[in-house]
T-cell receptor, first 111, second 112 residues
Framework: NAGVTQTPKFQVLKTGQSMTLQCAQD?????MSWYRQDPGMGLRLIHY???????DQGEVPNGYNVSRSTTEDFPLRLLSAAPSQTSVYFC??????????FGPGTRLTVT | RKEVEQDPGPFNVPEGATVAFNCTYS??????FFWYRQDCRKEPKLLMS???SGNEDGRFTAQLNRASQYISLLIRDSKLSDSATYLC?????????????FGKGTTLSVSS
């Protein structure tokens, strides 16, 4: 039981490049979400999904897309990277009692 | 008023000390409350859920005061390994998908 896995762990992008952050969970959780964490800002919700085929925007969705074709996977796409997207990105899945399990994070730098 | 507010600290305490963190939340309809712990450069991990009657897990005690809309975490007999950032988490009620809202965290540093 791996829990929540994320790849890559580190990434450097140039402004304007696109990429996909991968997230997978093996706990059969319906609810998954993406957060970004910046110094002094705490965790902010980007997008979330309540099940396969259903996604919705969180607090800071601009510049990001998500899809949920399976229960296990919830990738986050950066469409055209900007320096303001330099951050640590956490994927999470939620259990039956609202407790969330986080992946190890992806540290993204956009130059 | 912010949805979830915490004193950022840092709290610097010696080993063996008792330390308490408070957190206030703005949505009176919130029903799920948690404390998470986050070590430097790591992901947040669930420390404990907070129940209306209060709950204890070893050296950690969490309490909820619905009337005043605050949550507390008490750590007794602090250990060096307790040094971390503690995040208060509240659900945003009455919204499809029910997002969890995280406080910015309170930093604890325990020294020998």
């Amino acid at each position: 039981n791996a829990g929540v896995t994320q790849t890559p762990k580190f990434q450097v992008l140039k402004t304007g490049q696109s990429m996909t952050l991968q997230c997978a969970q093996d706990m059969n959780h319906e609810y998954m979400s993406w957060y970004r964490q910046d110094p002094g800002m705490g965790l902010r919700l980007i997008h979330y999904s309540v099940g396969a085929g259903i996604t919705d925007q969180g607090e800071v969705p601009n510049g990001y897309n998500v899809s949920r074709s399976t229960t296990e996977d919830f990738p986050l796409r950066l469409l055209s990277a900007a320096p303001s997207q330099t951050s640590v990105y956490f994927c999470a899945s939620r259990g039956d009692y609202y407790e969330q399990y986080f992946g190890p994070g992806t540290r993204l730098t956009v130059t | 008023r912010k949805e979830v507010e915490q004193d950022p600290g840092p709290f610097n305490v010696p080993e063996g000390a008792t330390v308490a963190f408070n957190c206030t939340y703005s949505n009176s309809a919130s029903q799920s409350f948690f404390w998470y712990r986050q070590d430097c450069r790591k992901e947040p991990k669930l420390l404990m859920s907070v129940y209306s009657s209060g709950n204890e897990d070893g050296r950690f005690t969490a309490q909820l005061n619905r009337a005043s809309q605050y949550i507390s975490l008490l750590i007794r007999d602090s250990k060096l390994s307790d040094s971390a950032t503690y995040l208060c988490v509240v659900n945003r009620a009455n919204q499809a998908g029910t997002a969890l809202i995280f406080g910015k965290g309170t930093t604890l540093s325990v020294s020998s």
